[in-house]
């Protein structure tokens, strides 16, 4: 089993096995990614997702009889200047004081079996702080020991780390403690760009050597099981990785361009709570008038709005609000973002061995009583899906349209009887995702926010259908009809929603023209008055 283990990295391989907490393929692809990058075999295992690095801490304290310790628990930033360790010591032999107490110190340290290292550090620490007499060496994770010397980086200059897998690390782990909902790694000609969605705007957050890219993606590929050698079409994957304490579930997009493969990466926390319609910002007619909806024994509800517009959180606050334990609800979803508990969720991985149709078929087998399918993207999901709700289902579904108006004409576009979808509309709600304004600092920007902004809610606008909607549908879906007939019965568009936030200093109306475009002349004659916070 040797393929160039140290004797330390042997004996823990042979643990782990021994606790089958990895399997003997594992450990296969284990060495093999070991002797194909030759990073330690205890990165790779965590790396992989085959272990937990606190486990994997605990265990290795149990194999050398020396304590371990969770940094996490530990403000290093702030005393670290009082610790008789220079920076570059640290960062070559991955040590972190964490602790000091009279005589004696406390140290973190990814390897405190390493005798040379350990007397170097010794050495050093005797020499030059001889009040110092007691030195504790404690097992560390490697990169909770970067993260809390990184954190000491913008006040003591400390360079980042040559290592790619570090700077990875680094990377994933900045955008975690950010909040960040995706990653963006962009090759170009000189370097690659590093960008953070946060708030749904794309910020630069580092760039790369493009030497350090190559490893990079490989080990992105390994994590999300791709094919390393396919560099030509474009992959997608995941893997699940534990950081801060959060269970992150993080989906690898890669994508063929002119210098080299683009890859994105969904950060999903999977302890993430689903929230309520309110919570969520829905105005209080339009989630009274959802949950009517969704409490109808059949009937079709269309959640529309472009990508990134936070539809898949509303489905999933619709479906908290139900009662699985009286109606079998099932879903269809690409990915699954969310557990539900006491929902049956298949998730729709291969398009060619599963499609959104096949799945509808299948799920009518079952005995539902209300389905979710992700999106309807093509005529014969959306055939599938009038089809359960004519014979008697709830379901949920989305689409990409401007907004509510565009709904039928869509549905019909995509080969639905105007006759059967008139009776089987439920409802229609749009919405967007608008930045809300910083509620210390109100847009001129602090310690607290982004450029002013904190955050984000929705705006939403809504149409329920009835007799007369439904001749309208009948009658081909006409907009101009649709959108008078919402004129007379006064349901509110989405700009009137996102004026009511400027109003309350919510959001601002620049942010509310990004996300919508120009106000229609009506909005504009009618709001003359309201100014930009």
């Not at 823990?12 to 399997?23: A, E, G, H, N, S």
């Not at 790396?47 to 937990?52: A, E, H, P, Q, S």
């Not at 989906?251 to 063929?256: A, L, Y």
């Not at 008078?484 to 919510?506: N, Q, S, Y």
Request: hydrophobic content about 40%; charged content about 20%.
């Amino acid at each position: 089993m040797n393929k160039n283990l140290t004797y330390n990295e042997e004996s823990l391989t042979q643990l782990l096995v021994q606790r089958q907490i990895i399997t003997p393929d594992q450990l296969d692809v284990a060495l093999n990614e070991r002797l194909a990058t030759q990073h330690p075999i205890e990165h790779i295992f965590v790396d992989l997702g085959y272990i937990c690095p606190m486990i994997l801490q605990k265990l290795k304290s149990e194999n050398s009889g020396l304590p371990c310790v969770d940094l996490r628990l530990y403000k290093i930033a702030e005393i670290f200047p009082m610790f008789p360790l220079p920076l570059h010591l640290c960062l070559e032999h991955n040590v972190c004081p964490f602790q000091q107490d009279n005589e004696t110190l406390y140290l973190a340290m990814n390897d405190p079996e390493n005798i040379k290292a350990v007397d170097l550090i010794r050495h050093h620490i005797y020499q030059a702080h001889p009040h110092i007499t007691i030195l504790h060496f404690f097992h560390g994770d490697y990169r909770q020991i970067m993260m809390q010397l990184q954190t000491i980086s913008p006040e003591h200059g400390l360079s980042v780390s040559d290592s790619p897998l570090v700077l990875l690390e680094h990377v994933i782990e900045d955008a975690v403690r950010k909040s960040v909902s995706d990653i963006h790694f962009q090759p170009d000609q000189r370097d690659i760009t590093v960008r953070f969605r946060i708030d749904g705007m794309l910020k630069t957050a580092c760039v790369l050597h493009p030497s350090k890219w190559s490893q990079i993606l490989n080990r992105l590929k390994v994590c999300a099981n791709l094919d390393i050698a396919e560099t030509r079409r474009p992959q997608s994957g995941h893997f699940l990785k534990t950081i801060y304490a959060h269970d992150i579930d993080i989906r690898v997009s890669t994508h063929p361009t002119l210098y080299g493969e683009n890859a994105v990466l969904r950060l999903l926390d999977k302890a993430k709570r689903i929230l309520s319609l309110d919570e969520l910002g829905f105005p209080t007619i339009l989630a009274a008038d959802v949950r009517r909806m969704a409490k109808a024994p059949q009937g079709l509800i269309i959640l529309t709005g472009p990508t990134g517009a936070g539809k898949t959180t509303t489905l999933y606050a619709l479906l908290s609000a139900m009662n699985p334990e009286s109606r079998n609800i099932m879903t269809l979803e690409a990915p699954i973002e969310s557990v539900l508990p006491g929902i049956r969720q298949t998730e729709i991985r291969d398009h060619r061995q599963l499609t959104y149709a096949d799945g509808v078929r299948s799920l009518l087998r079952q005995d539902p009583d209300v389905i979710l399918i992700g999106e309807m993207r093509d005529e014969e999901t959306a055939r599938m899906a009038l089809r359960a709700v004519l014979t008697g289902h709830l379901v949920l579904s989305t689409l990409h349209t401007q907004d509510v108006l565009g709904v039928p004409g869509r549905l019909l576009d995509l080969g639905l009887s105007p006759v059967l979808l008139a009776g089987a509309l439920q409802g229609v709600i749009a919405q967007r995702l608008v930045r809300c304004l910083c509620q210390i600092c109100y847009g001129e920007g602090c310690t607290h926010c982004t450029e002013g902004f904190k955050g984000r809610t929705v705006i939403a606008e809504h149409l329920v259908f009835d007799d007369d909607f439904n001749a309208i549908i009948t009658n081909g879906g006409d907009r101009s009809a649709l959108s008078a007939l919402r004129k007379k019965r006064m349901f509110p568009t989405l700009w009137d929603h996102g004026l009511e936030l400027v109003e309350k200093r919510i959001t601002t109306r620049e942010e509310l023209t990004r996300v919508l475009g120009m106000p229609p002349p009506t909005i504009e004659s009618n709001h003359t008055s309201l100014s930009i916070p």
